[in-house]
């Protein structure tokens, strides 16, 4: 069983940052791809960033060259860095561990980009 927690949302101002974490607890050894997806209100969940086993990253165009994702295995935690925020960030992010062909979600944290 995979536990998987995140944190780190809030109300920015658009051009701020925050940095999400996602924390994974249970038997992954790091052999997982990690996910973070995004909902707005009204709109269906999407992907925003993954990063697997090998280390290979994947980005929504929409935050490409803005948000990073990034881990630490030895902490079993990701994190999802984003700059320059904007309005259109604003959503609920969840974090995704897949792992076996089983996945496994956060309760989601909710971050705001508003002046």
């Known amino acids: 069983q995979v536990q998987v927690v995140e944190s780190g949302g809030g109300l920015v101002q658009p051009g701020g940052s925050l940095r999400l974490s996602c924390a994974a607890s249970?038997?992954?050894?790091?052999?997982?791809?990690m996910t973070w997806y995004r909902q707005a209100a009204g709109f269906a969940r999407e992907l925003v960033a993954s990063?697997?086993?090998?280390?290979?990253?994947n980005y929504a165009d929409s935050v490409k060259g803005r948000f990073t994702i990034s881990r630490d295995l030895a902490k079993n935690t990701g994190y999802l860095q984003m700059n320059n925020l904007k309005s259109e960030d604003t959503a609920v992010y969840y974090c995704?561990?897949?792992?076996?062909?089983?996945?496994?979600w956060g309760q989601g944290t909710q971050v705001t980009v508003s002046s």
């Open positions: 995704n561990i897949h792992i076996l062909r089983l996945d496994y």
């Open positions: 249970g038997s992954i050894f790091g052999f997982y791809t």
């Open positions: 990063i697997d086993s090998g280390g290979t990253r």
